[in-house]
């Protein structure tokens, strides 16, 4: 086509013709720009924790997240949680927790024990199955062995600590008193020594041989066994110093009365 084959369309009716294509383009741009905003928007937002989704549960939700019993849940809770509360609660977290609020043991104990599951509003939604009621029981009564086993080997190791601490007791106690024992016997073998030494007709280098003891530690031996005779002496009661009474002398007789004579009839 040549040049003057183009139509020529005058500039009044070019303008909306531009505004008319100009302003689908500019409003797309503008929605592209507000969901990529959005979702950096939810990227940057920190992610709620299990505790503090179970605290908002129960703020919204109380009939069945804040009764004092557990209650069984309704299946498919989650995709009610997400109709009612739509974009408060990301899949993740939910999950994380409906894994720990439905793994506690008040959790399975209510399981065993309901008739029905309820639903967000407290109301019942359904019956328990046999079969998740047995696999709530089986784990209670995994739980409970494990407690056992657990209090069973506390026992048994406070048994066995006992045990240990009243042997070590009977066991200081007699290597106490054999220890008093040998102190004692050293005591009296000094003592004897004492004795025998005082008494005996031997030189100092002949007593000491005959009795197996150094001449270098006799007199040390020696003047411990006279300290140890003063201190058990001094220890004694002190006797009363008085003498035994003499046996008591006859009392003298006087004379002898003759028997008056008989009168002879």
Same mark, same amino acid.
């Given at each position: 086509m040549? %040049?003057? /084959? %183009? =139509?020529?369309? @005058?500039?009044?009716a070019? &303008?909306?013709?531009?505004?008319?294509?100009?302003? @689908?383009?500019? #409003?797309?741009?503008a929605e592209t720009v507000a969901e990529?905003?959005?979702?950096?928007?939810?990227?940057?937002?920190?992610?709620?924790? @299990?505790s503090e989704c179970a605290r908002q549960l129960k703020d919204r939700f =109380?009939?069945?997240?804040?009764?004092?019993?557990?209650? @069984?849940?309704?299946?498919?809770? &989650?995709? /009610?949680?997400?109709?009612?509360a739509p974009g408060v609660f990301t899949k993740a977290v939910m999950s994380a927790f409906l894994r720990r609020h439905t793994g506690t043991t008040a959790y399975l104990i209510a399981l065993t024990k309901a008739e029905h599951r309820f639903d967000l509003d407290g109301q019942p939604a359904g019956e328990i199955t046999d079969e998740h009621r047995q696999v709530a029981q089986e784990e209670l009564d995994r739980r409970r062995a494990v407690h056992q086993e657990r209090r069973d080997q506390e026992a048994q190791a406070e048994r066995a600590h006992r045990d240990k601490?009243?042997?070590?007791?009977?066991?200081? &106690? %007699?290597?106490?008193?054999?220890? &008093?024992?040998?102190? #004692?016997?050293?005591r009296r073998n000094r003592a004897q020594l004492l004795r025998d030494f005082e008494k005996t007709t031997l030189t100092r280098a002949n007593f000491c041989v005959l009795k197996g003891l150094p001449e270098s530690d006799l007199d040390r031996v020696l003047e411990q066994a006279r300290k140890e005779a003063?201190?058990?002496?001094?220890?004694?009661?002190?006797?009363? /110093?008085?003498?035994?009474?003499? =046996?008591?002398?006859?009392?003298?007789r006087g004379p002898r009365r003759e028997a008056p004579a008989r009168r002879r009839g």
């Open positions: 040549s %040049t003057s /084959d %183009t =139509p020529i369309v @005058p500039e009044a070019a &303008q909306p013709i531009a505004e008319s294509i100009a302003e @689908p383009v500019v #409003e797309a741009a990529t905003v959005a979702d950096a928007a939810v990227v940057k937002a920190p992610e709620m924790t @299990p =109380p009939a069945l997240f804040a009764g004092s019993a557990a209650k @069984p849940l309704k299946l498919r809770i &989650q995709a /009610d949680i997400k109709e009612r601490a009243r042997a070590d007791e009977r066991a200081a &106690q %007699t290597q106490q008193r054999e220890a &008093q024992e040998l102190q #004692e016997q050293k003063a201190e058990w002496a001094a220890s004694r009661p002190a006797m009363a /110093d008085s003498t035994p009474p003499h =046996p008591a002398q006859p009392a003298p």
